[in-house]
């Protein structure tokens, strides 16, 4: 067990530092996970921060959640007697089993999606495959030079084997997958696009090839409104600079918003495991944004979930667009998975 954390002890007390639930003895003293980890941090950073009042945050009734103040903070853990021991084993490295845990699984996440970037800056394929071709044989990678102007067929597709690479939605019948993928599909390949133009610090969302994500013939269909093209790839973009989303974040919530009990059509027994999942990566985001975010917590949770629907709206009016397109010129032929997947 960790020398820093006695997790036999009481938890029906609260913590000596802040006031707050504790969850056990950490650094010998009754306290919560999150100063746990604050002392942790300040310890092993040599961390010195200052008060900008008289020192004496905790003992002024005025001033409103005094940890935020962290040289009191720091000050009232010593004072409560905790003591980092510096001859502790490796393993008080890795706070405890729900870290190493979250860890090893944003590692795993991390590089699936490095993996899901490369199908798609890397591969292009001659092949048509429709929605079913792909469920029917995900293992099957294109395997020639990406063409940009081809860029949302292989943003899809690479996004279904992303998923598809995952146990639980191979356990999944075809006939609940097929309902999934086309519920979901289209929104988190644009939430990909938008954590892209994101991490290549852009403002607005291009293909990996650097030219705009629409076809030009689209583009010049709707050369009267093109304000509507241009919002769907910046607007969201700018929310995501403002919260400043982490490649963390992005890997769980593109799972949590995969993992949808509530999509209409599917099995009482699809139902059930995405339920799990979901619960599984909520619960490793919460976890995340404890040890990231502290206190705020809370309301990083809020704003990441509110992205849902941010999403959801632009993928819808980028549907409509290209149902719009479709509907005026006939003649365009999309590639049979965009066909599925945007429901011309």
């Known amino acids: 067990m960790d020398v820093g954390s006695d997790l036999e002890s009481p938890t029906n007390q609260f913590c000596k530092v802040c006031d707050r639930k504790a969850y056990g003895r950490h650094y010998g ?24 009042r008289l020192g004496n945050c905790f003992n002024t009734p005025s001033i409103s959640r005094p940890w935020k103040c962290q040289s009191c903070r720091y000050k009232r853990c010593i004072d409560n007697g905790m003591e980092f021991v510096a001859s502790s084993p490796p393993v008080t490295e890795v706070i405890d089993t729900k870290f190493k845990k979250l860890e090893k699984m944003l590692g795993e996440l991390r590089l699936k999606d490095i993996d899901r970037q490369a199908k ?39 996004h279904m084997k992303y998923f598809m690479d995952f146990k639980f939605v191979q356990n999944l019948s075809v006939r609940d997958q097929k309902i999934i993928f086309q519920f979901s599909t289209l929104k988190l390949t644009y939430f990909c696009g938008l954590m892209r133009t994101l991490n290549e610090k852009r403002m607005k969302m291009l293909n990996p090839g650097g030219q705009e994500i629409y076809p030009d013939d689209l583009i010049v269909h709707y050369r009267s409104t093109p304000y ?32 949808n009990p509530a999509i209409p059509g599917i099995s009482n027994t699809t139902q059930m495991s995405l339920t799990r999942k979901r619960n599984k990566y909520s619960g490793a985001l919460f976890h995340y944004c404890q040890i990231k975010y502290q206190q705020s917590a809370p309301s990083r949770l809020a704003d990441l979930y509110s992205l849902y629907g941010i999403i959801t709206t632009n993928a819808q009016q980028m549907e409509n667009l290209f149902y719009m397109f479709n509907f005026n010129t006939p ?3 999309f590639r049979n998975l965009v066909t599925d997947l945007f429901h011309l």
């Open 228 to 259: 509507s093209l241009a919002r769907i790839c910046s607007e969201p973009v700018d929310r995501m600079i403002e919260w400043r989303i982490t490649n963390e974040e992005f890997y769980l919530l593109n799972l949590i918003f995969f993992c």
């Open 331 to 333: 003649e365009f032929k």
């Open 29 to 52: 003293v009754i306290s919560c996970d999150a100063c746990k980890m604050f002392f942790r941090r300040v310890y092993l950073g040599n961390m010195l921060y200052s008060c900008r």
């Open 120 to 158: 798609l800056s890397s591969f292009y394929s001659l092949d048509d495959p429709c929605l079913e071709d792909v469920l029917k044989d995900p293992m099957a990678a294109p395997n020639h030079v990406v063409d940009p102007h081809e860029w949302a067929f292989l943003a899809l597709f690479s």
